[in-house]
Nanobody, 128 residues
Framework: QVQLVESGGGSVQAGGSLRLSCAAS????????MGWFRQAPGKEREGVAE????????YYADSVKGRFTISQDDAENTLYLQMNSLNPEDTAMYYC?????????????????????WGQGTQVTVSS
């Protein structure tokens, strides 16, 4: 059974940085697509960053472009999200997701239906 476990969340002041990790277990096969989503209180979950695992193409939401970087470590089967220049609007629960049967360019960019596995989330809180 595939499991995704996020870590690295926490509290930080505006302008600070955090690096989120998402460790995948239960399979040795690389997914087609991996992504980070977030959900702020009272808001819908939104896509933040996406990565084609087998080609390295990356995509970012406009709100995080230039500040966040998605990357992967194949050896450790881990997905990362480096978040710099954080601001209070980045406060949310962050989720990683992966798809072993759909590529990133299938359907709309941030369609959650592409993903068949999700982590439990890690909280990021940015204070002003």
């Amino acid at each position: 059974q595939v499991q995704l476990v996020e870590s690295g969340g926490g509290s930080v002041q505006a302008g600070g940085s955090l690096r989120l990790s998402c460790a995948a277990s239960g399979t040795t096969y690389r997914p087609y697509c991996m992504g980070w989503f977030r959900q702020a209180p009272g808001k819908e979950r939104e896509g933040v960053a996406e990565m084609t695992a087998r080609g390295g193409s990356t995509y970012y939401a406009d709100s995080v472009k230039g500040r966040f970087t998605i990357s992967q470590d194949d050896a450790e089967n881990t997905l990362y999200l480096q978040m710099n220049s954080l601001n209070p609007e980045d406060t949310a629960m962050y989720y990683c997701a992966a798809s072993w049967n759909t590529n990133c360019n299938s359907g709309s960019r941030w369609a959650e239906s592409k993903y068949n596995y999700w982590g439990q989330g890690t909280q990021v809180t940015v204070s002003s």
